[in-house]
Structures are given as C-alpha cells and as structure tokens.
C-alpha cells in the first residue's frame, strides 16, 4: 500500500486548505484511514479517521471543528479540510491506514503511513 499526502503550503492564518492522500497499490475493500500531524519538536497527535466503505468518522476530542475529514471511495482519496486556520496549525501532516478497522488516537494500529506534507501557516 502507497498513500500519497499532498495539498500542503504556506497559508494565512484565517485561511483554509484541502490535503489529500492518494491511496494505491492495493484492492480497497474496507479499513480506516487516519490524519495526523507533527508539530516541530512535538509528537504525532490524532486529528480524524474514517472508515472506508461507510464514510463513519472519528475526531481528536481536543479538536474545535475546524478539521473535516471525508473520502472518495472512487478515486480512493481521503480528504482533511482545515479551516480558520491558526499558527499553531503548522506541522506536518501525515495520513495513514489500518487495515484492521480500528482506527481512533492510536498510531501503532496503523499499518501504512504517507510521506507527509508541511503546512506552514502565518500570521
């Protein structure tokens, strides 16, 4: 499994972004795919996840709705939409699957993870 994060830059704060993460290399059927992001000097958190086949999602608690996790099953492509974005929003992004359809806050049950992509937001 290849998955592919893209969408990333530099963005006022205020501003908005869609990353995307291409998945490839495999037949999908159903599993969860996650979002998360490293700050610099700090660990990876959890943002959202969703499953696959049913679209169900799960956020961070710590979260204030302004991430937007979604997929499309066709293109087999998830989404994290960001709005109003803030500094402390600058990291690297990371999306990832779990091929046993647990999901949520845990890195160590995900199985594949992307290359990330920095997001970079200014004030």
């Known amino acids: 499994v290849q998955l592919q994060a893209s969408g990333g830059g530099l963005v006022q704060a205020g501003g908005s972004l869609r990353l995307s993460c291409a998945a490839s290399g495999r037949t999908f059927r159903n599993f969860v795919m996650g979002w998360f992001r490293q700050a610099p000097g700090k660990e990876r958190k959890f943002i959202a996840s969703?499953?696959?086949?049913?679209?169900?999602?799960y956020y961070a608690d710590s979260l204030e709705g302004r991430f937007t996790i979604s997929r499309d099953n066709a293109a087999n492509t998830v989404y994290l939409q960001i709005d109003s974005l803030k500094i402390e929003d600058t990291a690297i992004y990371y999306c990832a699957a779990d091929l046993s359809m647990t999901g949520g806050p845990d890195l160590g049950r995900y199985d594949y993870w992307g290359q990330g992509t920095q997001v970079t937001v200014s004030s």
């Open positions: 969703i499953t696959w086949r049913l679209g169900r999602t």
